[in-house]
């Protein structure tokens, strides 16, 4: 095999592995970015309906609080939609107006009081989520909205995410506006796509590394059939994914069980055509939460008058039970839930896709990893600094916006600005 010598190497060309690429290329460096699957973008996709529409089945919204992603956009000529949320907000099973809105302020006190807690204040140590939840004294409806919010979000039970790992990464979502503000006409895979464009060359498709060797100078890398070597390496994947990676030697005892800690939500994102936004003419607003399915959510993502839709999120431990049911089986569930809370027409749709994300072969899940080792209080650490030349970046290490768009842009940028710093140091 013929080897290649350039200065980096990234591998994964998700928004994390794409902005790291922006980073070495305005530097000058010579750089490749090896990507496994046949399209960039990893957890943000977008795929063709039934009626041949592009829809994002990935990574989506986006609001006006997120400063990296919303320049990019702007920079990039994209399309900003509005997220239609006027109209009544509904619960499953319904509630009077006053009491849905009585549990939604007391999910979200629950909130701001965990959030309120120092991550690594003694008394919580060893500490689950739902074991704090527990011995909170607010009303079952406000916990059960609290669950709701948290295992749809998280994509993960209460009783698997370490306390102090919620409220870190809690934290660092500062968003005031929605996070469900806005979402691209072109798509958020356009957006991908585009950065994809400026690398040319660069830019490998079907090329997954499997390991990375330390070699004289720095690593050698084998993707496609093809051997890199470069004197630093960014593995600009989720930290699930790269637990999987064969290093050789092996890394340091405290970065691999760093590594291992992590583990991917599970999530199913389903996206319903309709001809009509029936549900605006009754003053809905489309967005419907089931207090008895944690994890399942809807809400209007129609682009246009032209092209109503809802989208549906099923999360977390739902997600593993509807996850096993067969295609129709799954519509049926959803379907029934979405005729039951807005009536009839719900059930006339014109197309129904979806997009299962549990143990996907590239992204592991999604939204996101988590810790789930309740002490593993400095796994995250531990892979910031990795072992130079090899790097870790990924959306889940980002100090702003963890397990977003917005987090893996700032920890791309971070990443391929830690990768310059080896350059330097042996230049
Ligand atoms: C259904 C869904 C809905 C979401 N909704 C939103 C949303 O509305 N707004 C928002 O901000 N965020 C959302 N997210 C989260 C957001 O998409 C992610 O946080 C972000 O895209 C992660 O980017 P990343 O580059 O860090 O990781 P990834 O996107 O996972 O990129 C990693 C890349 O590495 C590649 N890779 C993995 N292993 C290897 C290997 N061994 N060799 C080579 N390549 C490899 C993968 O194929 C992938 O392309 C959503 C995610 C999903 C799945």
Request: hydrophobic share 45%.
């Amino acid at each position: 095999m013929s080897i290649e010598r350039v200065d980096a190497v990234v591998v994964g060309a998700g928004f994390t592995g794409l902005s790291a690429a922006q980073e070495l290329s305005r530097a000058g460096r010579s750089f490749v970015v090896l990507e496994a699957r046949d399209r960039v973008g990893g957890r943000v996709e977008a795929r063709a309906n039934g009626l041949g529409e592009a829809i994002d089945t990935g990574g989506q919204f986006l609001c006006e609080d997120m400063p990296e992603l919303m320049a990019l956009v702007q920079a990039r000529g994209k399309t900003l939609v509005e997220a239609h949320v006027d109209g009544e907000f509904i619960t499953q099973p319904p509630l009077p107006g006053d009491e849905a809105e009585r549990t939604y302020l007391g999910a979200m006190a629950i909130r701001e009081r965990m959030n309120g807690i120092e991550p690594h204040d003694p008394a919580i140590a060893g500490m689950t989520v739902a074991a704090w939840l527990e011995r909170q004294v607010d009303p079952a409806d406000a916990k059960a909205g609290f669950r709701s919010m948290i295992e749809g979000l998280w994509c993960q039970a209460l009783e698997k995410i370490p306390l102090w790992h919620l409220i870190d990464n809690d934290r660092r979502i500062t968003n005031e506006q929605s996070e469900l503000q806005y979402f691209l006409a072109e798509t958020m895979q356009s957006l991908a796509d585009d950065l994809a464009r400026d690398l040319g060359g660069r830019l490998r498709l079907n090329s997954a590394v499997m390991g990375i060797e330390h070699a004289p100078g720095g690593v050698r890398v084998v993707a496609g059939g093809r051997v890199f070597e470069a004197r630093s390496v960014l593995v600009a994947v989720p930290p699930m994914m790269a637990s999987k990676l064969v290093f050789s030697p092996p890394l340091p005892d405290r970065l691999s069980r760093a590594l291992g800690v992590w583990h991917s939500g599970v999530v199913i994102k389903i996206l319903v055509r309709y001809a009509r936004a029936f549900w605006r003419d009754r003053g809905l607003s489309g967005m419907v939460m089931w207090r008895s399915l944690p994890g399942l959510f809807a809400c209007d993502v129609s682009k246009d008058e032209v092209h109503p839709a809802l989208v549906v999120f099923i999360g977390g431990p739902l997600a593993l039970r509807w996850g096993g049911l067969d295609d129709a089986a799954l519509r049926t569930e959803v379907m029934s839930r979405l005729v039951a809370a807005i009536g009839p027409e719900a059930g006339e749709v014109l197309d129904f896709s979806f997009r299962s994300w549990i143990d996907d072969a590239w992204s592991g899940g999604a939204y996101s990893d988590l810790i789930l080792d309740v002490h593993a209080t400095d796994a995250e650490d531990v892979l910031l600094a990795g072992a130079p030349p090899v790097h870790f970046a990924s959306s889940e290490l980002s100090p702003s916006f963890p397990g977003y768009i917005e987090g893996a842009i700032v920890a791309g940028r971070i990443g391929g600005r830690k990768v310059l710093a080896d350059l330097q140091e042996t230049t």
